[in-house]
C-alpha cells in the first residue's frame, strides 16, 4: 500500500534520507524495471552526490528483457552501475552484494593500503515507495527486517545489519516520494502499482494500459476479455465498454477496468515495461 504525499512528509524525507545518507559509502537506489525512469527521483542525484550509487532495477521477472537490457546499458553507458534484479530470487540478491564489491572497489583498495584489515562496506536502500526496498533488504539480511508497507523517509531508530561477508546495511530503507507532475507518469505508476489506488481514475488508467496491449498482444487481450477482432476496431472507450458487456460487468466499465489492471500488475498479458530506452550514443 503506498501513502498519499504532502509536502511536510516530502520536507521531512528529504532531510531524513539526506542525513541517512552520510553514514553510507554505497546507495541502492531501488526503482521498478517496468518503469525505470518514472519509478526514480530526481532528489537523489543531488542529496546523493559523491556517494557511488548502485541502480537496482527490480522486478525484472514482470519487464520485457529487451527493454531491460537496453535500460542497463544506457545507464552503464551514463557512468551509473546498474543491475537487474528479481528479488524473490537469491541469484539477485547475490548480484547485488558482488555489484557492491566492483562499485567499491578502489574504497576497499584504499583502506587495504591503510592497513584496515576487514573493510566494511555500508549500505542502504532508496527509493519510491513499492518497488521492491523492503523485500530487497529482507533478503539481504537473510531474515525479515522491513516491514512492508510505507511511511515516508527513514522511519526509526536505524541499526546496522549485517549481509554477505563484509557488507553492513541500513535496516530501514530511505522512502522518497514518486514524480507527480507529469499524467503519464502518473499513469505508468498508478499501473504499476506505484501510487495509492484511490488517487488516480482506474479507467485512464486501463485505457492507458490497453493502447499498448491491443497493439502487442490482441490475442491475449481478445481471449482474456472476450472480444473479437472487429471489436479491436473500435475506439478504446468502445472497446472498454465491449469488454465490460462480454464479461457480464453490464455497465460498470470500473469494475472492467480494475481487472485489466491487476491482470497487467501481475504479468498475465506477458512481461511489458512502459517507459521507453531513451536513445544514446
Ligand atoms: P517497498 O518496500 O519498496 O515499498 O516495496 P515492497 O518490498 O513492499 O514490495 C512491493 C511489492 O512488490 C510486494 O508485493 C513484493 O512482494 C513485490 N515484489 C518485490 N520485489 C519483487 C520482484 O522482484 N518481482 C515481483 N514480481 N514482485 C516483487 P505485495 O503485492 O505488496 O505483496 P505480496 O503480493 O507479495 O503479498
Redesign the pocket.
Known sequence: ??IQWYPGHMAKARRQVTEALTKVDIIYE?VD?RVPESSRNPLLDEIGQGKKRLLVL?????ANPAATQGFIEYYQAQGLPAVA?????TK?IQRIIAETHTVLADYIDRQKTKGVRNVLLRAM?V????????????RLAGRNI?Q???TPGVTRAQQWIKTGEDISLLDT?G?LWPKFEDPLVGKKLALT?GIKDTLFHADDVALFALETLVAQVPDEVKHLYRVTDADLQQDLPDLLMTMTARLGFKDDYDRTSWVIINDV?K?KLGRFTWDAVPQHA
Open positions: 500500500a503506498t531501488i524495471a527490480n522486478k525484472a521477472d514482470l534484479i528479481d528479488a524473490q530470487h539477485g536502500c527509493g519510491v515507495p513499492n518497488v521492491g526496498k523492503s523485500t530487497i533488504l529482507n522491513a512492508t508497507g510505507n530503507p522512502i502499482g500488475r504479468g
